[in-house]
Structure formats: C-alpha cells, structure tokens
C-alpha cells in the first residue's frame, strides 16, 4: 500500500493535522510516548503556541514505514538550522 492509498483509506474521520490528543487516539499512545516520538524526529510536528499540529500523512507515514519525513526547519534567513522540534514539557525537560 502506497501513502496515497494509505491516506484516502485511513483515518477519514480525522483533519489533515492533528492536535496531539488526537494523534494519541489515533496511534492508541500516551501523550509522553507521543511527545518521545516527535522529539526523536520519528513523526514530524509543528509547534503551534504551546502544543503541537502533525500531519495526518506523518502519522500514517509513520506506521506504515516506521518514521516520517523531517524536513529540516528554517532559520529567517532561509538556511535550514539543526533544531530539532521538542515538546517542552512542564518538567524542564525538552521531552516527555
């Protein structure tokens, strides 16, 4: 099955991105396991004030080939930068 066809039949229920609560139901995770995923850079989010927007296609990329794409973020000036996504947790830490 290619992403296409896995994302016409998967998940119609679903927007296009997510909120992390959403991509918890859908990958049946805790929120910490979810947040450990995107800051290993295994399902790629965008940080949205102080929570997080995935994919839907991230996340059926990520089940169906075990990790998604991470494009490589932008610095203003238009060369991509090494920081990665993290979820900032209330703990300190910049993962769950």
Known sequence: MNLLDAYQAMYC??????RTSQ?????????????????TQQIFALRVGQGFLIPKSSIIEFLITGRSDFPMPLHSSGKTTDKMVSCRCSNGQ???
């Open 13 to 18: 229920q679903y927007p296009d991105a997510v």
């Open 23 to 39: 991509a918890c139901e859908m990958l049946d995770l805790e929120r910490h396991t979810l947040c450990h995923l995107i800051h």
């Open 94 to 96: 910049t993962a769950c």
